[in-house]
């Protein structure tokens, strides 16, 4: 599992202007929906139910919402750099500026596992973290994002 095979170059945000938790998924779920054509409300609904049972604020700025939908056919995801960080509930509560939202089919089991485990590690890497801190523009983002797994390959 790549991030390429999650990520599109349309579904990276950079700078996003949100000023709460519930804001970011709004946006999020909003650009989402429209990206991969489902309903916004469902996956806003979605992942506040996530929230619910525990934060995705992994910790070091970083938030990876995720949750399984019946009428997807394959895994999406999304990432944002925030304008300014928000307060995610973090496990280590400091606020959270990058977010990579997944979404997945009801059936991935763990396809589902492997991708958050994919981005995870991926996240995990303070200098990657700080390149993706330090990048304005949505194709920078991806670059920085997609460039790492295909580097590793090599």
Do not use: W
């Amino acid at each position: 599992m790549e991030i390429r095979d999650l990520l599109a170059p349309e579904r990276v945000v950079a700078n996003l202007k949100v000023t709460s938790k519930k804001q970011a998924l709004q946006e999020l779920s909003k650009k989402v929906a429209a990206a991969i054509g489902q309903d916004e409300r469902e996956i806003f609904d979605l992942l506040l139910e996530r929230e619910r049972l525990g934060t995705t604020g992994v910790g070091d700025g970083i938030a990876i919402p995720h949750g399984k939908l019946a009428s997807l056919d394959r895994l999406y995801g999304m990432f944002a750099r925030l304008e300014r960080p928000v307060n995610f509930e973090s496990i280590d509560e400091r606020p959270v500026d990058l977010i990579f939202l997944l979404l997945a089919p009801e059936t991935a089991g763990a396809d589902h596992l492997k991708a958050l485990a994919r981005i995870s590690r991926l996240l995990r890497d303070k200098k990657i973290c700080d390149k993706l801190r330090g990048s304005d523009t949505p194709e920078a983002l991806y670059a920085l994002l997609t460039e790492q797994t295909a580097s590793r390959a090599a």
